[in-house]
C-alpha cells in the first residue's frame, strides 16, 4: 500500500493501522510490547524504541520525506490519560 502524497487523517489511520496489523503485529508485539512503532506510511519502512521520539528521529534520517504512522505496540492508544488520584496525608 504505497502512498506517494499528503492524505487526510482518516485516510492515513487507516493506513497506519493496516500495515501494522497485516504486516508488523505478527512479527513485533510479543518481543516489543510496549514499545513504540514509527510506520511510514509511504515506504511501509519501520523503527522501534521505547522512546517515541528516538523511533521517529531514526525514521526521518531514513526517510525524510516520510508520514510517519506512531502506534505502541500491544495497544490501541500511544497515550492513555487518566484521573490521577492524590494520596491523603
Same mark, same amino acid.
Given at each position: 500500500?504505497?502512498?506517494?502524497? &499528503?492524505?487526510? !487523517? @482518516?485516510?492515513? =489511520?487507516?493506513?497506519?493501522?493496516? +500495515?501494522?496489523?497485516?504486516?508488523?503485529?505478527?512479527?513485533?508485539?510479543?518481543?516489543?510490547?510496549?514499545?513504540?512503532?514509527?510506520?511510514?506510511?509511504?515506504?511501509?519502512?519501520?523503527? &522501534?524504541?521505547? !522512546? @517515541?521520539?528516538? =523511533?521517529?528521529?531514526?525514521?526521518? +534520517?531514513?526517510?525524510?520525506?516520510?508520514?510517519?504512522?506512531?502506534?505502541?505496540?500491544?495497544?490501541?492508544?500511544?497515550?492513555?490519560?487518566?484521573?490521577?488520584?492524590?494520596?491523603?496525608?
Amino acid at each position: 500500500m504505497k502512498v506517494n502524497t &499528503i492524505i487526510n !487523517k @482518516e485516510k492515513f =489511520a487507516l493506513i497506519g493501522d493496516q +500495515i501494522y496489523e497485516q504486516k508488523l503485529k505478527g512479527i513485533i508485539e510479543n518481543q516489543h510490547k510496549g514499545k513504540f512503532v514509527a510506520i511510514d506510511v509511504n515506504s511501509e519502512d519501520f523503527e &522501534i524504541d521505547a !522512546k @517515541e521520539i528516538n =523511533a521517529v528521529d531514526r525514521l526521518n +534520517i531514513r526517510h525524510p520525506n516520510s508520514q510517519i504512522w506512531l502506534k505502541r505496540i500491544g495497544s490501541r492508544y500511544v497515550r492513555h490519560f487518566s484521573p490521577r488520584y492524590q494520596k491523603s496525608v
